[in-house]
């Protein structure tokens, strides 16, 4: 394993419904990562916390809300969804070295909106 | 705009033969670029990366790739494929205006099929 842990690994949600995905990492990175992989899309950077404090966000709705409490904990908040955001949902964390060296990714979180 | 090209959806190769799997890039001045592997139903695990030196890299799993500047290449080989490479396989090159983390540009990822 990565030591990056993702939990749920499955969630299924209405579109009312609210609900936490959790990351922890135990690498004693510094900065975090939320990705989206949709079906026969690249890749999607939707946040990135470095030092806590979020430093990119990629034109994300609100209805997904980041939080970031400490270093090795990160939280996608999701409430009031779309089907359209059904996706493997992936954290990544890594070192702030000049950005030279790699990151690791969790399990995933595979999501359903129904 | 900085980007990565993985130009085949799928590769399919038989057990034992080489393999290669293709990458370019176009980034802003010296690239930093990585190769991820996907099994099913798994996150990205990080195989090799080039950030300077030698362009034969050498990676996990026998895996290697050859940066090639001229040609804005990447590819990711080995010599002998077995089944179970049998993955989905993601390029990425750091974008270079990302600051101190790693802000990855990645490709859309080519399925490899090692058949026996």
């Known amino acids: 394993e990565t030591g990056v842990t993702q939990t749920p690994r499955h969630l299924v949600m209405g579109m009312t419904n609210k609900k936490s995905l959790k990351c922890e990492q135990h690498?004693?990175?510094?900065?975090m990562y939320w990705y989206k992989q949709s079906a026969k899309k690249p890749l999607e950077l939707m946040f990135v916390y470095s030092l806590e404090e979020r430093v990119e966000n990629n034109s994300v709705p609100s209805r997904f809300s980041p939080e970031c409490p400490n270093s090795s904990h990160l939280f996608l908040h999701l409430h009031t969804l779309q089907p359209e955001d059904s996706a493997l949902y992936l954290c990544a964390s890594g070192d702030l070295q000049g950005g030279n060296t790699e990151a690791f990714f969790g399990q995933g979180t595979r999501l359903t909106v129904v | 705009a900085q980007s990565v090209a993985q130009p085949e959806d799928q590769v399919n190769v038989a057990e034992g033969n080489p393999l290669t799997v293709k990458c370019t890039y176009s980034v802003s001045g010296n690239p930093y670029l990585f190769w991820y592997v996907q099994y099913p139903n798994r996150g990205l695990q990080f195989l090799l990366k080039y950030i300077t030196g030698d362009n034969l890299v050498k990676g996990s799993y026998g895996f290697e790739a050859e940066f090639n500047k001229s040609q804005t290449s990447f590819h990711l080989k080995k010599p002998s494929a077995l089944v179970s490479d049998s993955a989905l396989y993601f390029c990425a090159v750091r974008d270079p205006f990302s600051g101190g983390y790693n802000k990855l540009i990645f490709g859309a990822g080519t399925r490899l099929a090692v058949h026996p």
């Open positions: 690498l004693g990175h510094n900065a």
